[in-house]
């Protein structure tokens, strides 16, 4: 009898690679079979195998190893708290009456998705520098208006994240490095400006923002002092939150923190209640502090030579971006920004939908947000999905990141520490990009929120910032 005869007459035990519908087939008919989820490096993609291979020199691999170890170092001795609130043109560096910061890489107003130039439009009626929509769109287009991304003023910017002179912003500082980020204040849900909502009802909420709210918060962080929000965001993991759509915990521990000072304040009771009460009715208020934590929490990293890092995600409606530590603050790296899968409000519909839009993922590009979705499975009521899948989402990014958190940890996987710091070498090596949980906003200017969901940054912009570094260290 021959070998192969001899061969199919034995009981199979098989090891599939790749395809897991040849395991399931398998495991169907009772054949004994394990599954390895295997897939080919860079996806298959020659030019980027070649580009990994090239980094992974053992020498220069050695010198990435070595930074990237630092920039987890100060990635994790971050210490971030809020020192107090002030206006974004006295404050913000770089603010003029005509500037206007953004969400995402650098965009032109002609580029602009719906929901960011409804913003925008909004933002120069409520700072006077125009005096209805339809003369705001004359100036947005005429050139005398400057446009600049957050993150290039220390800033970041939930959704379309526009932040005008007159604006009231949280100022936090990262007390071991001592570099500053900066946020607007959280309006809500639904039709906002971050949204793109830019009617009465929204120039009216910003004008009592501004007028009222700012300065009871104001006062009440004059009284209080510092707030430490490292340790307000380790707590909130404990307890069901994960710091980008889930916020209930946060924004409830950040209500208890204020509260004393706001009720001590010089300032009249109604101003106070009505403070109290905005604050209590938002469970997004604490949005605005744990994306400038995050935000001064990674600026560090920049310029950590041979660095791989991703220190910048953000995206504004029609391109995704990142910056990548070891090439510096002004290098994006930009692709088109996809469209956000998940849960959709009544009446709506997919082709309503924007594009991927806002500075919030820095939450993911710190270790939390999407990253930590194995500590909030409740937020797959809000995004969609099933409770299992957000405990797969945590896992899979620890095999994308240099380390895990020491401060901000997961119960439900024994308390071990948040996945933290994208390699750029891992996310070309293993297919697997970087998980984010986010808000939809609708495609037209001036409608507002639709829906929220998961998405992730494009393949290319990590395929450009590989090539980028190869130009750059190998020589």
């Known amino acids: ?85 002030g206006i974004a043109g006295e404050v913000i560096p770089g603010m003029t009456k005509e500037t206007i910061l953004h969400a995402g890489p650098p965009i032109t107003w002609e580029r602009m998705c719906g929901p960011q130039k409804g913003a925008v439009l909004g933002g120069l009626v409520y700072e006077g520098l125009a005096a209805d929509i339809e003369e705001a769109g004359q100036l947005a287009a005429s050139g005398k208006i400057t446009f600049a991304p957050c993150n290039m003023h220390n800033g970041v910017g939930p959704m379309a994240g526009v932040v005008t002179y007159s604006m009231p912003v949280w100022i936090l500082e990262n007390k071991t490095f001592g570099n500053r980020a900066y946020c607007t204040i959280n309006e809500g849900l639904g039709k906002v400006l971050r949204f793109g909502a830019f009617d009465e009802e929204v120039l009216t909420r910003l004008r009592w923002i501004e007028k009222d709210l700012y300065p009871v918060l104001k006062a009440a962080m004059e009284i209080k002092g510092e707030i430490d929000i490292k340790t307000m965001i380790a707590q909130l993991l404990q307890m069901g939150d994960e710091g980008h759509n889930r916020n209930k915990a946060g924004t409830s521990l950040l209500f208890r923190e204020l509260t004393p000072a706001i009720l001590e304040a010089d300032l009249s009771n109604e101003k106070k209640i009505a403070a109290l009460n905005f604050i209590n009715s938002n469970d997004h208020t604490f949005l605005n502090i744990s994306m400038p934590a995050c935000k001064c929490t990674m600026d560090p990293v920049f310029d950590i030579e041979y660095c791989t890092v991703a220190a910048t995600m953000c995206r504004n409606g029609t391109d995704f971006g990142i910056r990548i530590a070891g090439l510096g603050k002004d290098v994006w790296f930009t692709a088109p920004a996809e469209r956000v899968e998940g849960l959709l409000f009544p009446g709506f519909r997919e082709e309503d939908e924007a594009y991927d839009l806002g500075d919030s993922c820095i939450t993911e590009t710190a270790g939390i947000g999407g990253f930590c979705m194995a500590a909030a499975p409740a937020i797959v009521q809000f995004v969609g999905g099933q409770v299992s899948d957000a405990k797969n989402y945590t896992m899979e990014m620890y095999e994308i990141t240099i380390g895990e958190g020491t401060a901000y940890k997961i119960p439900g996987l024994d308390f071990r520490g948040a996945p933290t710091g994208i390699d750029l070498l891992k996310v070309i090596e293993t297919g697997i990009r970087p998980i984010i949980n986010t808000g939809i906003a609708h495609k037209e200017a001036g409608v507002g929120q639709v829906g929220a969901g998961l998405v992730h940054p494009p393949e290319a912009c990590f395929k450009k910032a590989l090539a980028a570094c190869v130009d750059k260290w190998s020589k």
């Open 1 to 85: 009898m021959s070998k192969l005869n001899t061969l199919f007459q034995k009981d199979l035990h098989v090891v599939n690679f790749g395809i897991e519908s040849f395991y399931k087939d398998l495991k169907i008919q009772n054949i004994p079979a394990i599954h390895i989820d295997w897939k080919p490096i860079a996806g298959g993609d020659k030019e980027a195998a070649v580009n990994l291979r090239k980094l992974k020199n053992p020498e220069l691999y050695s010198k990435i190893q070595e930074a990237n170890k630092e920039a987890l170092r100060r990635i994790l001795a971050a210490q971030p708290v809020i020192i107090g609130l």
